[in-house]
């Protein structure tokens, strides 16, 4: 999967409009970035990978790029 494609996959998650995320965001900046968001990435990472993310590696996600990481 591209970066573009995490990007545009993690936009899904949030529900935020097509090309708004960058990577080097901050995350503390996203409105939608909150608990049902952490909650929603998460299920979709386990979803897709099988990979389950602790909630203390999602609180560690400073930037959209750390988030990015969680994304196969």
Do not use: H, Y
Request: aromatic share 2%.
């Amino acid at each position: 999967m591209t970066v573009d494609e995490k990007l545009a996959l993690l936009e899904e998650i949030l529900d935020v409009d097509e090309g708004e995320l960058k990577p080097e965001m901050e995350l503390d900046d996203i409105e939608e970035w909150d608990s049902i968001g952490k909650l929603s990435l998460m299920a979709e990472v386990r979803k897709r990978s099988g990979v389950v993310i602790a909630v203390s590696d999602i609180n560690k996600c400073q930037t959209v790029q750390d988030v990015i990481v969680f994304l196969e």
